[in-house]
């Protein structure tokens, strides 16, 4: 396929996920946020500015009056706000941008999807909504867009070339994002004694479940207990949930091999990364080891991620 | 439901009583039979379909919004059969012609020998690329793709207005407004032989692949798009994918020792077949314009080796001047030995003394074009003009006699349309594409346009037209 065609519906494709990541994470911190701040403010200030570093060069505006709830600043700088290069708005419309560049490469199912979505959010943004509620009810109709899109996609897409760099670049940016995530929020949860205030300990483990889409999913495996030891493993290793760290990479590496033509640098280091995930010892998920392995698989797909335009995109 | 017949022009619907036209009586009646509020929900969901499907065109200089919707109007034209007929001969001559003349302008030039057209009416136009000159395309053919504007007189007379030989644009839109009628009136089509058009992509590939230098081959055909800020860009992307065929841009393309390659996620393909959607000006840096950043560095040399077939060749343009224009009945008499099927507008051309004079003392009366332009920019509509415009007009005119043509204000046909909730008369003209392959095919109708504001005459898109259905219907019996 084209070299231009391949570049844009994988950046389509880590814009989609990306679209997802962020609606999600505002969903769940909004919610714990609301559920927190009369008991303990520190811990949902600090569940909001977790947000500036997992999506590190984000800008967003200072809260419209001091006595809007916390909530609010965040949730229209990461949502609404079209200057904000990690804001809902952006990713999506660089995602359909970069879908309306290559049109005839896609489905018309799937461009549909997109446009309608995209045209919904801008709809909430030229509004200028501010208003909690309204924002959260807009944040599930785009939740809801985003699948349909990601379903249109699913469903209409042949296998071929389009589709396999339009998962690669989901399921990169998905396994990266989710590092960045755990890279945030673990140290401070770990260090965080459960007898302090066991109720606030256990919301904050289900949270980080449910920002990582995987609540339900650690449940299947181990019902209701919610102990750190099974949480951080199921979400480094499992290998059936789909945004565990393991399911990433070996998605990654999946979607590498398929692409026709020799393997090149990319499926070398993600190969690896995946190797070590697959056949872990367990140590990596606790204490000292954690925060440099994280950093690692940040790394990695970074260089995964140059490597591919290296190979493929600048021919 | 109150229908506004039109006093002044060709109604296309009523007759001079204001009944209905037999072609037009079932349409009318399915209409009056609805209410006005169902119409309204109609037009709204056809107006919601457009935007959500992206079915848009960029507008040049506009800041703010630059996509937006090509207005569709919902009420259709429809051409009887016998009437289409003539259109579709007269077509299929006109472009026979035209491809012979552009062939013989780069070849032995007969035709200017032969005192048929003036030489330097051709030679010194900017279209005729002295490059190009004994440099056989691929079959001989320069014109794969012609749109060519046709609008009726007061007496309901089919006239020639312009020919597109470059790169015609429009033909999406007569697609997916068939499209967007069936899905918001299906009644309208219970009660007449419609002739599908639905081939088109098919066809085009068909003439594209006809042009491919190795036919034994699996020839590959692309089309060349300037990118997504193009206005024509919807439709470039539409045609891709309809046929099933790459959507390249300049640096997307390579050439290599004679030969254009694709640049793949494989490594290199080789392109036989470009349907360019480039300004021919901009195909390649290293033979027309230098600052070229949309063209492919070396592409004029490939095509020259024949290597490469360009739909539609390059120097094509030298035929759809506005001055050439003026001669093609000539021409056609010329190189077919027949009368031209479908009469033109009288023309009068700059280059002529006799008719410089005519125009500058009627140029209150006239509509007066440049040659290069297309699109409706930079042109004088005399009747419509004030005093001051039409003297700066004429200054301008007197520093480049050569570069302007003129003609008389036709009274364009007028259509009933739905504007703010009422049926209202509005111009319109047609635009047929002909497609010229192994042999020469017209698509059955065209593109409708409408000038969607009160008394306009321009129908542009980028001048607040809109565009309508157009209905050929099948011949009775067929």
């Not at chain 1, 299947?220 to 059936?240: C, I, K, M, N, T």
């Not at chain 2, 619907?13 to 204001?18: G, M, S």
């Not at chain 2, 509509?367 to 200054?395: C, H, R, W």
């Not at chain 2, 003129?406 to 319109?428: C, K, N």
């Amino acid at each position: 396929m084209l070299s231009r065609v391949a570049d844009a519906v994988y950046w389509m494709g880590r814009y989609l996920e990306r679209s997802e990541n962020i609606t999600r994470l505002l969903l769940v911190t909004e919610d714990f946020s609301t559920e927190t701040q009369g008991l303990a403010e520190q811990v949902a200030q600090s569940a909001w500015k977790d947000l500036l570093a997992i999506f590190p060069a984000a800008q967003v505006a200072p809260p419209v009056s001091a006595f809007a709830p916390m909530s609010q600043g965040y949730l229209v700088g990461f949502f609404l706000d079209p200057s904000n290069p990690y804001s809902v708005h952006y990713s999506l419309r660089k995602a359909r941008e970069n879908a309306r560049s290559v049109r005839e490469a896609l489905t018309v199912e799937a461009f549909l999807a997109i446009n309608e979505t995209f045209r919904a959010l801008d709809g909430y943004a030229r509004r200028g909504l501010t208003d909690p509620p309204a924002l959260r009810d807009a944040l599930g109709s785009t939740h809801k867009g985003l699948f349909a899109t990601i379903g249109a996609i699913e469903h209409t897409f042949t296998r071929d070339e389009s589709w396999l760099f339009l998962k690669l670049g989901e399921s990169l940016e998905r396994t990266y994002r989710t590092a960045l995530v755990l890279r945030a929020k673990l140290p401070a949860l770990g260090a965080a004694e459960p007898r302090a205030d066991v109720a606030l300990y256990y919301t904050q483990w289900r949270t980080l479940l449910r920002a990582l889409g995987s609540l339900e999913n650690y449940r299947r495996s181990y019902g209701a207990r919610l102990e750190p030891e099974l949480v951080v493993p199921f979400l480094l290793f499992d290998p059936h949930s789909p945004r565990s760290l393991r399911y990433g990479t070996d998605a990654v590496k999946t979607y590498l091999e398929r692409i026709p033509g020799e393997p090149g640098p990319a499926l070398r280091l993600v190969g690896r990364l995946h190797a070590e995930l697959a056949y872990h010892d367990g140590l990596v998920a606790a204490g000292g080891e954690q925060a440099a392995f994280l950093d690692r698989v940040v790394d990695v797909m970074i260089q995964a991620h140059d490597a591919l335009g290296t190979q493929y995109f600048a021919t | 439901m109150k229908w506004v017949p039109d006093t002044t022009a060709y109604d296309e619907t009523f007759d001079r009583a204001a009944a209905a036209r037999p072609h037009y009586r079932p349409l009318v009646a399915t209409l009056e039979s609805f209410t006005q509020a169902e119409i309204d929900r109609r037009e709204r969901l056809q107006k919601i379909s457009l935007v959500d499907q992206g079915i848009t065109f960029t507008v040049y200089g506009e800041k703010d919004g630059i996509e937006r919707i090509f207005p569709f109007d919902f009420v259709p034209r429809i051409i009887p059969a016998r009437e289409w007929e003539r259109i579709e001969a007269g077509l299929v001559q006109r472009v026979r012609a035209l491809n012979l003349f552009i062939s013989d302008v780069y070849q032995d030039q007969r035709c200017l020998k032969d005192g048929v057209i003036p030489p330097e009416l051709v030679l010194s136009r900017r279209e005729y690329k002295r490059e190009l000159l004994r440099v056989t395309p691929p079959r001989q053919i320069y014109t794969h793709v012609v749109g060519t504007d046709i609008i009726r007189n007061d007496r309901g007379e089919y006239l020639i207005l312009e020919d597109n030989c470059r790169c015609p644009s429009g033909v999406s839109y007569v697609l997916e407004n068939r499209n967007l009628l069936h899905r918001v009136f299906p009644e309208f089509f219970t009660r007449y032989p419609v002739r599908p058009i639905r081939e088109y992509p098919r066809l085009l590939l068909d003439t594209l692949l006809w042009a491919a230098p190795r036919a034994s081959e699996n020839p590959v055909a692309v089309v060349l798009t300037p990118g997504i800020h193009n206005s024509a860009y919807f439709e470039h992307s539409f045609l891709a994918r309809e046929m099933g065929a790459f959507l390249v841009q300049g640096r997307d393309l390579i050439v290599e020792d004679s030969y254009v390659y694709m640049r793949t996620t494989g490594g290199r393909q080789r392109v036989d077949v470009i349907y360019r959607r480039v300004d021919e000006d901009f195909l390649d840096p290293l033979t027309f314009r230098r600052d070229s950043l949309l063209g492919v560095p070396g592409l004029v040399n490939v095509y020259r080796e024949g290597n490469v077939a360009i739909a539609n060749a390059p120097g094509a343009g030298v035929a759809d001047d506005k001055a050439v224009y003026a001669y093609m009945p000539a021409l056609i008499k010329y190189y077919l030995g027949e009368e031209a099927l479908i009469g033109q507008v009288p023309t009068y051309v700059g280059l002529r003394k006799d008719d410089f004079a005519y125009m500058r003392e009627h140029l209150a009366e006239l509509v007066v074009k440049t040659t290069g332009d297309s699109g409706g920019y930079n042109m004088l509509m005399g009747p419509f003009a004030a005093k001051k415009e039409i003297e700066a007009y004429l200054a301008q005119m007197k520093k480049a006699p050569g570069s302007y043509v003129a003609q008389p204000l036709i009274e364009l046909s007028s259509h009933p349309t739905y504007v703010g909730g009422r049926f209202e008369p509005r111009r319109i003209d047609l635009r047929p594409f002909i497609l010229y392959g192994e042999t020469i095919r017209v698509l059955p109708g065209g593109l409708t346009r409408v000038a969607l504001r009160e008394g306009s005459y321009v129908v542009n898109s980028s001048q607040g037209g809109g565009s309508k259905d157009t209905w050929v219907l099948a011949p009775r019996g067929s």
